[in-house]
């Protein structure tokens, strides 16, 4: 085994650089894993330019340290282990298999943990590639040659056939929970997300289409999808999104009536927020039908605040429903879907992109700029 390994680290706002970190010593139940991708995330690119605040007004409201080693899409080869561990099922781990991990830390103990599901609402919450100080916590997070899995950290094995160019994005697929949250709703008529619901997904960087595939899994209807990007809106439609428009193309107005013609006057079913920024928040109400639903999951980092009309809300009877983060239990069914629809949808061309981790300052350029899907660190390759 190695007794040093490289990682990518953003030693302060817009700064980054490839560092060597000493392994540490395994704790019991802990593990070393050997990378093979991680993924640059929306989060990743707001901490880069330093807008770190998450769960804001909240207990465990943190802001990420610097220096940081981010990366908390991961996937990666066992390539060290203490005895006796297992994954999140149950099954029994051995060096040589290939796992991906929730990055959520939970404590087990507080009472969001004991209450609820935990994975963000614990009070003690630590995140794989946001919380943890590098020079404190070495190799915590993903943009590394090796990883160290503590033992409270959830793991699970990728299924045999699925490749790490789709496995790298089981974090970001299990997000998509949120269209499972709205079918929780669909007890009443007309509520919720039904079969053949028209959806517009605000934003189709690769948390967007990834609901767009969920979406489409799940027998949405009609989809709809706004962005800036020309690149993206294209890929939206491989993935099979019926409507595409670039918002900086076609105005408010035109893209009310655009929504208005397409939707038989009526508005979208759903709409989901995946921008990350809250301008996109007001327009959304106007084009959600009446008892329609939102999500929002876009804006994890706390970007400022926005004018906003709530007698849209009540007038319209909409269901706004925040979500900021997603369950420990979406992994492997998330993974499970993905090999089922591998050869159904062109999901290996998610990943646009692939750098080492010495080339780290143009990985984060390209993911910054709007040519690209889902960029991601390779460190062995």
Request: proline fraction near 6%; charged fraction near 20%; include cysteine.
């Amino acid at each position: 085994m190695p007794e040093f390994a490289k990682a990518v680290t953003i030693t302060a706002p817009h700064q980054i650089e490839v560092c060597e970190y000493k392994i540490p010593p395994l704790r019991p139940g802990g593990m070393l894993v050997k990378m093979e991708m991680s993924g640059i995330c929306g989060t990743d690119k707001h901490t880069y330019r330093g807008e770190t605040t998450q769960y804001g007004g909240t207990v465990n409201e943190q802001a990420s340290p610097f220096p940081l080693i981010p990366g908390h899409e991961n996937v990666g080869v066992i390539a060290d282990i203490t005895s006796g561990v297992v994954d999140f099922y149950g099954e029994p781990l051995r060096i040589g298999d290939r796992i991906t991990m929730c990055p959520d830390v939970v404590c087990g103990k507080c009472y969001n943990c004991r209450h609820i599901f935990a994975y963000s609402w614990c009070e003690h919450w630590r995140g794989y590639g946001n919380s943890f100080r590098a020079t404190e916590a070495p190799l915590m997070g993903g943009w590394s040659e090796y990883m160290v899995i503590i033992p409270e950290a959830f793991v699970y094995k990728v299924p045999d056939g699925l490749a790490p160019k789709l496995a790298v994005y089981t974090e970001i697929m299990a997000c998509t929970y949120a269209l499972d949250k709205a079918k929780e709703f669909s007890s009443l008529a007309s509520e919720g997300f039904l079969s053949g619901d028209s959806v517009l997904i605000q934003g189709v960087g690769p948390l967007g289409l990834c609901h767009l595939i969920k979406a489409r899994m799940m027998g949405a209807g009609m989809i709809i999808v706004f962005d800036k990007s020309d690149y993206r809106l294209k890929m939206a439609k491989d993935f099979g999104a019926d409507y595409v428009v670039n918002v900086d193309q076609i105005g408010v107005e035109e893209r009310m009536q655009l929504i208005h013609d397409w939707t038989r006057g009526r508005g979208v079913d759903v709409a989901i927020e995946c921008v990350g920024y809250p301008e996109a928040v007001p327009e959304a109400l106007l084009m959600i039908r009446r008892g329609g639903m939102y999500l929002l999951e876009g804006v994890f980092v706390d970007m400022g605040e926005i004018p906003l009309n709530p007698h849209l809300i009540v007038s319209k009877g909409l269901r706004l429903i925040g979500l900021s983060n997603h369950p420990f239990t979406g992994y492997r069914p998330s993974m499970e879907l993905m090999l089922r629809y591998q050869d159904q949808m062109p999901l290996d061309k998610f990943v646009t992109h692939r750098f080492p981790l010495e080339q780290a300052q143009q990985a984060m350029d390209i993911a910054l700029s709007l040519e690209c899907m889902k960029v991601v660190f390779a460190p062995h390759q």
